[in-house]
């Protein structure tokens, strides 16, 4: 994502280069898309496709063009209320669990409210000002994340037809017959150590201030675990043995009949699961994904390891490069990570559940105004997650990022990778 420059004229420019870029790649999310598949909301988790596009653009109109471009008109006034998230300083909202309800506008008018602002966006950045260009920065970041929200929602809708069809091309995925090798561990060295965005460069407010904090020694596996490395887990009883699970883990997976990933399912003796590209055979060289932190932590339990926290995990990947299975590669579903010497599969793939709750930094201070609810507000119960999914778009995970989830959630690419005492 882009960063900006220290030129006023240099910012700008930047700024509308990834604009048009972060614009124009979510309406290519949604090619092929009915109105239909659009529009229906599959729990309340999730919004429909039609919601993710329509409140990307309201993010846009709501805290750029209104505050800083005089001239600007509303597409349609009542979009404030329909597209609206969670911003309570922004006025009233239409429920969440009731998006599934909008079904007009229709995908075409949610498309045309896109041009408009996006006409309008583009008429204004080549004279916006340092504080209108912040605020787009992190529009863009923020549409960002509801690329891959889009993709992880299409999913749990599509898996919910009995046709399960497919988001992209159905058919199977080559499996690489060399099988990923052991998991090995890679040591890293403890002391006080700086994590944290540093002051320059976009980064949310969550994942400021730089800071520093006390790491042991620790090792980390070499990849994440495997869907492979999951089956011995179930097979071992995994899901019923209580001594595994924290309590309100294990209550959740007996009220809700848990028994593997989600998304899995078995036919004929073989493990199946759901993707972007419809029905597939689980990979079992390939991380398991789809899990909650609950599941995490008993499988870390059962391997006599733990999860690594927030700080061990972003120690160990501050050398390395932020590149991997994202969404560019277009695979749209873990692969196997392999890799000579060192941490594999670190950025991608899954998102991977750490032991840390999603807190504050020392010193932490939310963006002012209304974009202020954007983060904090959620600091109470959330797990953290690191790393970035095959559905995370390319250049927006950095080792600081902060994903945060409710432990209890599934439907996401995640994942977990092991850690040890030393």
């Known amino acids: 994502m882009t960063h900006l420059n220290s030129s ?18 979510s309406l290519e999310l949604a090619e092929g898309l009915s109105d239909a598949d659009a529009t229906v909301q599959s729990m ?26 005089p001239g600007y008109r509303a597409f349609d006034d009542r979009f404030a209320y329909l597209f609206n998230s969670y911003y309570n300083g922004a006025g009233p909202r239409h429920a969440r669990p009731r998006r599934g309800l909008i079904t007009r506008p229709s995908l075409a008018e949610v498309v045309a409210y896109r041009r408009h602002v996006d006409a309008a966006m583009e008429e204004f950045l080549p004279g916006a000002g340092r504080e209108a260009l912040d605020s787009v920065v992190v529009g863009l970041n923020h549409e ?7 993709l992880t929602d299409l999913l749990h809708l599509f898996a919910q037809n009995p046709f399960a069809p497919a988001y992209r091309k159905g058919e199977p995925l080559a499996v690489d017959s060399q099988p990923v090798p052991a998991m090995g561990w890679v040591r890293i060295e403890g002391g006080l150590k700086e994590i944290g965005a540093p002051a320059d460069g976009f980064a949310f407010d969550c994942e400021r201030p730089r800071h520093t904090a006390l790491v042991r020694d ?20 995994g899901y019923t043995a209580p001594g595994l699970w924290l309590s309100d883990g294990f209550a959740r997976a007996e009220a809700e ?7 899995w399912s078995e036919r004929g003796g073989e493990w199946w699961t759901v993707t972007l590209r419809g029905p597939q055979p689980v990979d079992r060289d390939a991380p398991v994904c789809h899990i909650s932190y609950f599941e995490a932590d008993a499988f870390a339990t059962w391997a006599g390891a733990r999860l690594p926290t927030e700080a ?13 299975n994202l969404a560019g590669s277009g695979r749209l579903r873990p692969r196997p990570q392999r890799a000579a010497t060192g941490l594999a599969g670190l950025f991608g793939d899954v998102w991977e559940w750490t032991s840390s709750a999603f807190l ?5 201070r939310p963006l002012p105004g209304t974009m202020g609810e954007y983060n904090g507000k959620f600091m109470s119960g959330q797990m953290v997650l690191k790393g970035g ?6 250049g927006h995970v950095r080792a600081s990022y902060r994903n945060f989830f409710p432990p209890e959630k599934r439907w996401q690419f995640s994942g977990l990778r092991l850690a040890r005492e030393v």
């Open 360 to 364: 504050p930094y020392p010193g932490f």
């Open 144 to 150: 960002q994340q509801h690329q891959e929200l889009l």
């Open 44 to 69: 309340e988790d999730a919004s429909p496709a039609k919601w993710h596009l329509a409140h990307t653009t309201w993010f846009f109109e709501t805290f750029v063009l209104a505050p800083h471009s």
């Open 389 to 394: 999914s095959c559905a995370t778009p390319e």
């Open 257 to 263: 009949g848990w028994t593997a990933p989600l998304y």
């Open 8 to 25: 006023r004229s240099g910012a700008a420019s930047a700024v509308i280069e990834a604009f048009q870029g972060v614009r124009g790649r």
């Open 218 to 237: 620790v090792d980390i596996a070499s990849r994440a675990v495997t869907s492979g490395e999951w089956i011995e887990f179930m097979a071992d009883g």
């Open 312 to 324: 061990e995990w972003e120690l160990a990947a501050a050398d390395y490069s932020e590149t991997g």
